[in-house]
């Protein structure tokens, strides 16, 4: 099946940072945005997102390390080895600072980004990821995260194993994962992610965040799906309390994955947001 | 006593728009940011946010209508009166789009007129005041507004009165409105608020605002104070399920009084809304 029409709009470029090769997904013109995806996902889930801005922004959504096409070294999957790719490719592009947005580890990293090289930075949308998520949330998704790696007959197989682990996440979108994050091996389909860096991944997102948000100098849109189960009321709350003068979007109906189980929505925050 | 320091910085100017003469102060450079006040206050309140604002944008507080040394009609204190005033205001002083910034009835009154005429509007920061404040909320409110019709032997008398009313809000702010809001009659010290102007506009506030919030189609940042008494969590929460995109600050240990008991935040809020 031929990828969604959506996503056939952007060109798909290869970038060398001077710190590693980044696949990225390009569109649009004028003054930068950067798209940051969660564990395990790829550029692609970002289509909606960029069709919405690329009238007014260069939209660029990002495979990060150890993901989609990207490069996967060994090690190094911490909260600022992501952060410095994401400086090193607005370095690399050259166009001016970034608005950053970011669903999850994506969000992690983007606001970890603003903490460190805010000149690089315009602001960040945070979209369910927050300092604060407790021991066994994580435990769970190292969980869910590591039970990814697996082989797939073929592409409806992988579309029902995602639509079983996202409930929520409407079909197209399911498609759009399934077609955008395997790739053929021996013994058929597996995930373009690297089963050894996810676990590093996962493991460091653990990291406690709440000193990036206590310190980070540029705007924050701090979204939270109502029904997520990675940021708790409690986890929102304390954040909140960290830093009260950071807008909040409660998105009704959405679980985690906000950006597409919401898309409308989350676009209209961020228009919000960055419109004010 | 003299004005305070933070009030002389900004020149008065009289503007006739067409409509009416409004009295406002006047500061700073660069685009146009607008603040419009609660119901019996005046422009004084705002010599805070004016100096947090004016190394970057033109700052505008003013007196609205039926307050202060603007223009006081018999007649004509609705939602529409006071919006069409802020429209006509932003045209005459023609220098492009306005932010604006509202507390209270000044809320109201900007979301009014961003519903209204979008074309003038760039944003708006709107500060506890939502659609679907209870009826007894407005009652009581009509009450204390009301019981402010009242002479004063002198301006410690007018402070002491001020701080009885208004708890929380600190003692300089207080001495802000006791000096610039009283004017000597016949009987001692009167409010230059219009008492008739007072007790149209609580009855105004009334009026059904969900329409407003609804079509308004530029970004509003919702503020609310934590332990306001005017805007329930209730009415809060009707409001983001009405405007589920539009971003939300409650700010903590606030009350009705957000910009004058938590200037800091409220300052850094708008910040991090108009630079998103």
Redesign the interface.
């Known amino acids: 099946m031929a990828e969604s029409p959506t996503l056939s709009r952007y060109e798909v470029r290869r970038i060398d940072t001077g710190r590693l090769t980044l696949n990225v997904r390009i569109g649009g013109s004028g003054p930068l945005m950067l798209f940051f995806h969660g564990i395990t996902a790829n550029s692609a889930v970002f289509g909606p997102l960029m069709a919405a801005f690329s009238d007014r922004f260069t939209t660029v959504a990002v495979d990060q390390r150890g993901h989609g096409h990207s490069d996967k070294p060994q090690t190094g999957y911490d909260a600022a080895d992501y952060a410095d790719d994401i400086a090193s490719l607005i370095e690399t592009l050259d166009i001016g600072r970034a608005i950053l947005v970011g669903h999850s580890l994506g969000s992690r990293n983007a606001v970890t980004a603003a903490a460190r090289r805010p000149e690089l930075v315009?602001?960040v949308v945070a979209i369910d990821f927050t300092p604060f998520i407790e021991d066994e949330v994580f435990a769970s998704l190292s969980a869910r995260v590591n039970a990814g790696d697996q082989a797939f007959a073929d592409t409806d197989a992988v579309a029902a194993y995602l639509a079983n682990r996202y409930p929520n996440i409407p079909a197209p979108a399911i498609r759009v994962r399934a077609e955008s994050g395997y790739a053929q091996a021996a013994d058929g389909l597996r995930p373009l992610a690297s089963p050894s860096a996810m676990a590093q991944t996962a493991e460091g997102l653990r990291a406690d965040l709440a000193p990036a948000y206590r310190d980070v100098a540029?705007?924050?849109?701090i979204m939270r799906g109502a029904n997520s189960k990675l940021v708790s009321a409690d986890a929102l709350k304390k954040t909140?309390?960290l830093r009260?003068?950071?807008?909040?979007?409660?998105?009704?109906g959405a679980d985690h994955y906000v950006n597409e189980t919401n898309a409308e929505?989350t676009i209209?925050?961020i228009?919000?947001?960055?419109?004010?």
């Open positions: 315009r602001s540029r705007p924050v849109l909140h309390a009260p003068d950071l807008p909040i979007v409660v998105v009704p929505v209209g925050a228009r919000n947001f960055i419109d004010g």
